[in-house]
């Protein structure tokens, strides 16, 4: 009687040595993303220049600083959860979710000029992509052998 693990375990290993690699090309991306996204909304819904959350600083920092997050979340997960692959996509969901909510009490206070439907809807897609992002790199290049 031979002893085998479950192909979900056996394809589900993080490949520790390639994170650093792989979550800076998750920041590239979803900057880069971020960056095409805020061009085009303000075309598209005349969201003016002084918008705080569409000006470079302030969303290369916090994309920057939530992929970082991501990817360090994923080799935690990595090393403590089972089946790291499924558990880490289900917890960006939930992050994804809660990361919503600020976007939301922006909306409802509309402390900036041109802050809209469009332009926080604008945010939220954005914050879509970098997930997509995030979770599409790190459970795919990520992933051990």
């Given at each position: 009687?031979?002893?085998?693990t479950?192909?979900s375990?056996?394809?589900e ?7 650093w ?20 909304a303000?075309g ?8 705080p959350?569409?000006t470079?600083?302030?969303?290369t ?12 979340v994923?080799?935690v ?12 996509t289900?917890?960006a969901?939930?992050a ?9 009490g922006?909306?409802?206070?509309r402390?900036f000029?041109?802050?809209?439907i469009q ?5 939220m897609?954005m ?10 790199l ?7 052998k």
């Amino acid at each position: 009687m031979s002893s085998t693990t479950p192909a979900s375990t056996q394809t589900e290993r993080i490949a520790y040595g390639r994170l650093w690699w792989v979550g800076l090309l998750a920041v590239i991306a979803s900057v880069i993303v971020n960056a095409i996204i805020v061009t085009i909304a303000r075309g598209l819904f005349n969201v003016p220049q002084e918008f705080p959350p569409f000006t470079f600083p302030q969303f290369t920092f916090l994309t920057v600083a939530g992929v970082a997050g991501a990817t360090i979340v994923f080799a935690v997960v990595g090393r403590f959860a089972k089946r790291p692959i499924r558990t880490f996509t289900w917890i960006a969901v939930v992050a994804l979710i809660l990361s919503w909510i600020p976007d939301f009490g922006l909306l409802a206070a509309r402390p900036f000029p041109g802050t809209t439907i469009q332009s926080v809807g604008t945010l939220m897609f954005m914050h879509v992509t970098t997930a997509a992002i995030c979770v599409g790199l790190l459970t795919t290049l990520g992933r051990g052998k």
